[in-house]
């Protein structure tokens, strides 16, 4: 018999604890072996239970979550899932969660939930499922990004027309994946497009930091916004999109459509729109991220004649979507996430002279 996952939960709220508590004790893959109120005591506990994995709410007294997870990742480096609050503040703080080393994020579940207890039970029991199975992240600080050039490409005039694009599927690990592609991109990158599966309102800043790295414009979609070159459109939590044409100009489209593999965003329904509208004048990125969103579009788009990239399983936190991906074979290049951005700029000078 498989070992139990061991989990401790981390929360100021006492109702949140016994929730979550509850939740996962139901699964009998799973041992609670501890609860915490504050970092403090939770810092004893790790020392004393070492567990799987860490439930951890940022927001909280006596220290914040970043600071103590910096601390525990320096030290005694735990897989993390972060459960937040549906917040501009909270949003914000767990994405510097991810900086330091936090895995996944959750919304924390709220008394007056329309979604059905139920659901909630399962989302938190496959995600620390997930957690427990993934590669801990490098070791991390909160200093910015260092923004080095590709050296092996000549990184210009990539876009001459508004017909290419690239599109990026990514979900658990992706937010710091993105963030080791993007800024190294130059600022006529062709018009992209991006599901990063996060939860509604961490987009939109998610969105803006990533804008602080880069030398395109970077923002969280609205519906009808122009795909063009220097400019990446982030879908927003709980928003599917897709991309559409009008004449020569590409647009976005939104849409609230049931979940696609629990999702929503999900990448196939963007990747999908893709390789009808763009067809061999694109794209397609997979990186690090659970579940199999993404693989069924991607796969169109090669058969339309895109280019296909994947992210490697040595480099990745979750070694899912880009492996269905690979296996259902959407894709023409599998690569360490140091050499992907090099290798974008080189397939969009070929579309560009092409």
């Known amino acids: 018999m498989n070992q139990k996952i061991r989990v401790l939960v981390v929360d100021d709220s006492?109702?949140?604890r016994t929730l979550l508590t509850k939740f996962l004790s139901s699964d009998p893959e799973i041992e609670v072996v501890g609860s915490a109120p504050d970092p403090y005591v939770a810092r004893e506990m790790l020392t004393k239970l070492k567990p799987d994995v860490m439930t951890l709410d940022?927001?909280?007294?006596?220290?914040?979550?970043?600071?103590f997870l910096e601390k525990v990742m320096q030290h005694l480096p735990t897989r993390t899932l972060i459960i937040s609050s549906l917040s501009t503040q909270g949003s914000a703080t767990t994405l510097r969660a991810f900086e330091v080393g936090a895995i996944d994020v959750m919304a924390k579940p709220a008394i007056d939930v329309t979604r059905s207890m139920e659901a909630v039970r399962y989302e938190i029991i496959t995600r620390v499922k997930v957690v427990a199975k993934s590669n801990l992240p490098e070791k991390r600080t909160l200093s910015p990004i260092v923004r080095a050039r590709p050296t092996d490409v000549k990184a210009t005039a990539l876009a001459k027309t508004t017909h290419s694009v690239l599109a990026i599927a990514s979900s658990t690990g992706g937010t710091e994946a993105l963030k080791r592609v993007l800024p190294l991109l130059p600022p006529d990158i062709p018009g992209t497009v991006i599901v990063q599966h996060l939860p509604p309102v961490f987009t939109k800043t998610y969105a803006d930091n990533l804008q602080k790295l880069c030398q395109f414009e970077v923002k969280e979609a609205q519906d009808g916004d122009k795909v063009f070159p220097g400019r990446a459109l982030i879908a927003p939590g709980n928003f599917h999109m897709e991309l559409s044409r009008s004449g020569a100009y590409y647009f976005v489209k939104l849409h609230q459509e049931p979940a696609l593999h629990g999702v929503r965003p999900a990448a196939d329904y963007l990747m999908k729109s893709v390789s009808k509208y763009a067809g061999a004048n694109a794209i397609g990125v997979v990186l690090t991220g659970m579940g199999k969103d993404g693989a069924e579009g991607l796969l169109?788009?090669?058969?339309?004649?895109?280019?296909?990239?994947?992210?490697n399983e040595q480099s990745c936190v979750v070694f899912g979507m880009p492996k269905v991906a690979i296996d259902v074979g959407a894709v023409h290049e599998i690569l360490p996430l140091d050499r992907i951005a090099a290798e974008i700029i080189k397939r969009c000078q070929m579309l560009a002279v092409a």
């Open 300 to 311: 169109a788009m090669k058969e339309a004649g895109s280019y296909n990239i994947a992210q």
């Open 58 to 67: 940022v927001e909280m007294p006596k220290m914040d979550g970043v600071t």
């Open 14 to 16: 006492s109702i949140i």
